[in-house]
């Protein structure tokens, strides 16, 4: 079964729900990000995306997630500080989400993606359609740079 998200209602970085649906004809990159994780390098990458193809479609959209090792603990201003100082990074972030147990949106949806289940670590991808739909999942190993993932983003700025 396709996953969508196109009615999910998210909150921004200033508190107001906004629906994905909002970003239709957007490819989007939605990724759970945290400042303190062996994987926190990868802002750089997810940046170098948004950057390459954002002017072609492309949203970078972050979600600040504390449930793995307590590795996001800071508060809203201090991560978009933190993202912008260290690595350049301007793509969307939201406010703080729950991507395990007692999940908040939009992991509550994008978790019935196949493979289905929680999601595992931080910096987990989930590729979406122009149209809203999930095309895809990546586990936190795959580097922004990687050419599976950067092969999902051309194949689905093209369809």
């Not at 939009?106 to 991808?125: H, I, R, S």
């Amino acid at each position: 079964m396709a996953v969508n998200v196109s009615e999910i209602s998210v909150r921004d970085a200033q508190g107001g729900e906004r629906k994905l649906g909002e970003w239709a004809g957007q490819v989007l990159l939605i990724v759970n990000v945290a400042s303190r994780c062996g994987f926190t390098r990868q802002y750089a990458g997810l940046q170098k995306l948004q950057d390459t193809y954002g002017p072609q479609g492309l949203a970078v959209l972050g979600f600040p997630c504390n449930d793995f090792g307590a590795q996001e603990p800071g508060t809203l201003p201090e991560i978009q500080q933190f993202c912008s100082s260290t690595y350049g990074a301007s793509f969307q972030l939201f406010d703080k989400v729950h991507a395990t147990g007692a999940k908040s949106e939009p992991y509550t949806t994008l978790t019935q993606t196949e493979p289905a289940g929680d999601v595992a670590w931080n910096f987990e991808k989930f590729l979406v359609g122009k149209d809203g739909t999930v095309l895809a999942r990546f586990k936190s190993g795959v580097e922004p740079d990687s050419s599976d993932l950067t092969q999902a983003i051309e194949a689905a700025l093209a369809a």
